[in-house]
């Protein structure tokens, strides 16, 4: 409100951020995040970012949520990195998705 600096340590504690970290920890930490995102279940998080994507753009009401979130699930199910999923899980390995 006041337009005050605050650290980084201040701002996770007014709930602004979920973490803080030294400037020199931040670029490796920043590759590791994005590289644990590029060996996730791509499809999935595109179709998680779409359904946000319409309920902010389109105040989609719950049912319709609801809806369209399921309709995605079953669409996925059939992908090969769905099976790939559950399979790793089962043999409590690690996914290997290839986005399709």
């Known amino acids: ?22 400037a020199d920890e931040l670029l490796d930490f920043t ?5 644990r ?3 996730g279940a791509t499809q999935a998080f595109v179709a998680s970012k779409k ?10 009401g719950l049912w319709d949520s ?3 979130e399921n309709f995605a699930q079953g669409a996925l199910c059939s992908s090969e990195d769905y099976l790939e999923g559950f399979a790793a899980f089962n ?10």
């Open 1 to 22: 409100v006041t337009g005050d600096m605050i650290s980084g340590t201040e701002a996770v504690q007014a709930g602004l951020f979920s973490r803080a970290m030294p």
């Open 31 to 35: 590759r590791e995040k994005v590289e």
């Open 37 to 39: 995102a590029a060996r």
């Open 51 to 60: 359904l946000v994507a319409d309920i902010r753009d389109s105040k989609t």
């Open 66 to 68: 609801v809806h369209d």
């Open 91 to 100: 043999e409590k390995r690690a996914p290997v998705f290839k986005g399709i």
